[in-house]
């Protein structure tokens, strides 16, 4: 669990030894993004969000969680910015 409460923040989860598929969980009313980064270059990231929710770790090295746009924040309004990342075995649909 994390949470998104001031503009321009970020989460960052270190991914290199992960297995498995992230699954990203949210439901306020900022638009929140994860990406996943192969490397520290990668120009091209993953992106998962609450609509697209699974994907693959393997072969990232970096997770982010932040709002898409860095514009928004989460903590005028409950529970907002919060957002929930699940590691499972079972494959995206």
């Known amino acids: 669990m994390g949470a998104i409460e001031f503009v321009g923040e970020f989460d960052r989860y270190n991914v290199a030894s992960a297995t498995g598929y992230l699954r990203l969980t949210y439901s306020g009313p900022l638009d929140l993004v ?3 980064y192969n ?9 998962l969000d609450p609509v697209a929710n699974c ?3 393997a072969p990232a090295t970096l997770l982010a969680v932040r709002d898409r746009g860095l514009a928004r924040a989460g903590f005028d309004e409950p529970l907002s910015g919060r957002y929930t990342l699940e590691i499972s075995d079972t494959p995206c649909p």
């Open 34 to 36: 994860a990406l996943l």
């Open 39 to 47: 490397g520290p270059n990668d120009a091209y990231p993953r992106t």
């Open 55 to 57: 994907a693959p770790i």
